[in-house]
């Protein structure tokens, strides 16, 4: 019938077959709206098509209105459209098949075929050996940088061996099998401190060097998110993130460096800072925000020493950090419309208050509390 044979009557019925799946059957409670508002099409037209199929066979219980009776079931299924595969994951397909690779890994390897666009057969051909060399030599890989191996291997790239999670496992390989990329902060400080003060951007990290501020303390510099996303939060092991010594005689390690009495974090205040700030501390549990924010909650109240979010500033999107506790509500109140940059502060507030936590009502020194 021509109706049925019209591309919403084909919309829809591969729609009751998506819903109905194994069971063969779709529940006809507010089939009608459903549809409508899964396939963007009128409801009237939803009731005429649902009436014709049902009519013609294709589907039962459906009421002259075009409503469901309970189970709707699908008699008659369209067949599956064709699948298009690109060129390049078919060329990818044929490789593997015409290579004694054993099944399972045979078939984890083929995840991989959508990222080789743009590989030719016989960079495929180079990329497949290399890979098969790489799972033979496995035991030469303890303690070695991923990126090195990957490089090596594959097609000259570090990246690529990233892209090979599923395989890897396949062929009994896992991130264990390999070493840690080397991470590094920038740091500063005397050999032995008390106080810790982890800094948002490199920029202020080395004012602070240069007033001398590192030799009474042990200054970090973050690089705004840097930290919090440069493997931390996934490894959760900042005995890894070494401390390239800028001045002084700082700690070995970022582990070693917040392992103090006072350890804080002095970024903008601005949200994006303060969510920088709380995603820090779910790696460093003792951390707190520097006592400097306080001039700088000061600069917010002033139009004339604060900015509203906008391109000029780059400010553009951001957003509240998710999850703060009550007591992150007076700083994220005072910068939800206005920020203030961290290079406002004077020298004279850095020399007095880099060393010291903030404190406010409902803000306690080495933790945050309900308020």
Not at 52 to 71: E, F, K, M, Q, Y
Not at 97 to 120: C, K, M, T
């Amino acid at each position: 019938m021509t109706l049925i044979e019209d591309s919403e009557a084909i919309t829809i019925r591969r729609e009751l077959q998506r819903l109905a799946g194994d069971r063969g059957w779709v529940n006809g409670s507010r089939l009608v709206q459903r549809l409508a508002d899964n396939l963007a099409i009128a409801h009237l037209e939803v009731r005429h098509r649902l009436i014709a199929l049902s009519r013609a066979g294709v589907i039962d219980n459906i009421a002259p209105t075009g409503d469901g009776l309970g189970r709707v079931r699908v008699l008659q299924f369209l067949p599956a459209p064709p699948v298009f595969i690109p060129a390049h994951e078919q060329e990818w397909s044929n490789l593997l098949a015409s290579r004694a690779v054993e099944p399972a890994l045979e078939v984890a390897l083929r995840d991989v075929g959508p990222a080789l666009a743009g590989l030719s057969r016989l960079d495929m051909e180079h990329l497949l050996e290399g890979f098969l060399r790489l799972v033979a030599d496995r035991d030469k890989f303890a303690g070695r940088d991923p990126y090195e191996i990957s490089a090596k291997y594959l097609l000259g790239s570090s990246k690529i061996l990233s892209k090979c999670g599923r395989a890897l496992a396949a062929a009994g390989l896992s991130d264990a099998s390999f070493g840690n990329r080397p991470r590094y902060v920038l740091g500063a400080g005397p050999e032995r401190s008390s106080c810790t003060l982890l800094v948002e951007n490199p920029e202020c990290f080395q004012r602070l060097v240069d007033l001398g501020v590192a030799a009474r303390l042990t200054v970090i510099a973050t690089y705004g998110y840097g930290l919090s996303w440069a493997g931390v939060g996934a490894e959760g092991r900042l005995d890894r993130i070494r401390i390239a010594r800028v001045a002084g005689e700082p700690p070995s390690t970022l582990a070693d460096a917040v392992a103090v009495d006072t350890c804080c974090f002095w970024g903008d205040l601005d949200l994006a800072g303060l969510d920088i700030f709380w995603k820090l501390r779910a790696i460093v549990p003792n951390l707190e925000l520097s006592a400097l924010y306080g001039p700088m909650l000061a600069a917010a109240e002033s139009p004339a020493t604060s900015h509203p979010y906008c391109g000029l500033v780059d400010k553009l999107g951001q957003v509240e950090p998710l999850g703060a506790p009550s007591s992150m509500a007076r700083l994220i109140d005072a910068c939800r419309k206005r920020a203030v940059d961290q290079e406002c502060l004077s020298d004279a507030e850095l020399l007095a208050l880099a060393d010291r936590a903030l404190e406010l009502p409902g803000w306690r020194s080495g933790r945050m509390c309900a308020t």
